[in-house]
């Protein structure tokens, strides 16, 4: 083996470039890929097997992934359904063979994914029901906080809340480009600087869930699901919702299955509800 | 005899068996390519959405060509190259295509309760999506599957001073990147 990298095994420069680049020999740990449950497991297998055996032709199989992902793309539409935008999702019946797959009991997760925000300002409006930017939830203190000085100013208070907007428009459009880090600090930014604005609620609720899922930090997911839920705005739910998924976690089942059962009692028309039950389901091995 | 001689003894048998028709090995079989499989399809394709679909493509490209699996070499290693030409060759179809970029990349991310491994795998197909697809190939088939530069050449039909290049460039981009990212997360 030479310096030229032919083999990565004996390779020392190479072995040490893969350590940098984090990447491991393929086995069948957890990841890349998203696990599947145990029912989805079964379906797939199930559904190979009578491909192969000729039972069903294979052109007319089911395109599971693509219903996944539209069906992903809907829940997570429907999550953040007051001021959010997503891209366009299918319509309900799409979701049905996907819930079929689910039987097993293995929640989906639409509402950790971050979700993307409209930009969501008195210029464009977004079709959502508009909060009134006249009057902000309380705000979350802090003396940098520039909304708070220009509160019960129209103007001002929409200058801000358009460059708090475009801010969360951008973090979106990083994450979107996997630059996670740099869209995280925008999120805090955001909610550093227009605390009390419905942009902070949902940079919140996007950094809550980018800590959670990209960089495994869950004591800085619970903190910022905490504020959201406190600060109030539109996505409380979402944010009790969170606090789920963190205790979910940390595997504190207890914990977890008392805020579904909140998440449930409170927030009884929220879209989730169901993928809560579905949970509640599970840990109560009902 | 060491463990993972024993796996890829079973991992053969299975498919010898798979490949004389016996229903329950194919079935065994499955069970134990599923996660391999997909987790190769995702570091090969950008996002989620598609794994899914191409992981179930290339499982069934290798239980229909298992019987040209002649025994030399490691079967995971043959079922390896099986999943990525799949890969590399669904690329091709515009259907395919137009379909991926309708999809959302991000999609559902599933249980928080896993192992540390798992999100620091997610982390690195991150940085994966967002080099260019051929840098992404060859440093998946270069250090994921352990092919050498020659073999990575002859399967992309590629001259080898261009798989090294994909290889420096690859690794450039993902360092830059991680530069950025080297800074403790901010509180």
Redesign the interface.
């Known amino acids: 083996m030479t310096k030229s990298g032919n083999t990565p095994s004996e390779n020392p420069d190479s072995v040490s470039e893969s350590e940098v680049l984090q990447l491991e020999a393929l086995d069948s740990a957890p990841g890349p890929a998203r696990p599947l449950s145990a029912a989805e497991t079964a379906a797939m297998i199930d559904r190979l097997e009578r491909q192969l055996w000729g039972v069903r032709p294979r052109s007319k199989r089911l395109r599971l992934g693509a219903v996944l992902g539209v069906a992903g793309a809907f829940a997570a539409a429907s999550a953040a359904a007051a001021i959010y935008v997503l891209r366009p999702a299918e319509p309900a019946a799409v979701t049905a063979p996907n819930e079929a797959l689910r039987t097993g009991g293995t929640p989906e997760k639409p509402s950790t994914s971050v979700p993307e925000v409209a930009r969501g300002t008195a210029d464009e409006p977004t079709g959502a029901p508009a909060p009134s930017l006249a009057s902000p939830e309380a705000p979350a203190a802090g003396p940098r906080a520039v909304d708070d000085k220009v509160e019960g100013s129209g103007r001002g208070v929409i200058r801000h809340s358009k460059a708090a907007a475009d801010q969360l428009a951008e973090a979106n459009a990083l994450r979107g480009r996997h630059r996670y880090r740099q869209a995280l600090d925008l999120y805090l930014r955001v909610i550093e600087r227009y605390p009390s604005s419905m942009q902070a609620s949902a940079a919140r609720v996007a950094a809550a869930a980018m800590r959670l899922e990209q960089f495994g930090d869950v004591q800085g997911a619970e903190r910022l699901y905490r504020e959201a839920k406190t600060t109030g705005g539109e996505l409380t739910a979402e944010a009790q919702f969170g606090l789920a998924e963190v205790f979910r976690a940390r595997n504190d089942a207890n914990a977890e299955r008392q805020a579904l059962h909140e998440f449930t009692a409170r927030y009884p028309d929220n879209p989730l509800k169901s993928v809560a039950e579905r949970r509640l389901q599970v840990l109560e091995g009902r | 005899m060491k463990p993972r001689d024993v796996d890829d003894a079973r991992w053969s048998l299975l498919a010898r068996k798979a490949a004389a028709g016996d229903?329950p090995s194919?079935?065994q079989l499955?069970?134990?390519l599923?996660?391999?499989v997909?987790?190769?399809?995702?570091?090969l394709v950008r996002g989620?959405?598609?794994?899914?679909?191409?992981?179930?493509e290339a499982?069934?490209l290798i239980?229909?060509g298992i019987s040209t699996y002649r025994g030399e070499g490691e079967f995971r290693s043959w079922a390896?190259r099986v999943v990525a030409r799949c890969v590399f060759g669904s690329r091709k179809d515009p259907a395919r295509r137009f379909?991926q970029a309708l999809?959302?990349?991000?999609?559902?991310?599933?249980?928080?309760?896993?192992?540390?491994?798992?999100?620091?795998?997610?982390?690195?197909?991150?940085?994966l999506?967002?080099l260019p697809q051929q840098q992404r190939d060859v440093?998946?088939l270069?250090?994921?599957?352990?092919m050498?530069?020659?073999e990575i050449a002859s399967e992309l039909t590629v001259p080898e001073e261009t798989v090294?290049s994909r290889?420096r460039l690859g690794?450039q981009r993902?360092?830059n990147e991680?530069a950025?990212?080297t800074?403790p997360?901010?509180?």
Do not use: C, F, W
């Open positions: 229903s194919t079935k499955l069970v134990y599923l996660p391999r997909r987790n190769l399809v995702r570091y989620d959405p598609e794994v899914d679909d191409l992981s179930q499982l069934l239980l229909q390896d379909e999809l959302d990349v991000d999609g559902a991310v599933e249980p928080a309760a896993l192992p540390d491994r798992y999100y620091l795998r997610r982390q690195v197909v991150a940085e999506d967002a440093l998946v270069h250090y994921v599957l352990g050498t530069i020659p090294r290889i690794k993902i360092r991680m950025d990212e800074n997360l901010p509180r």
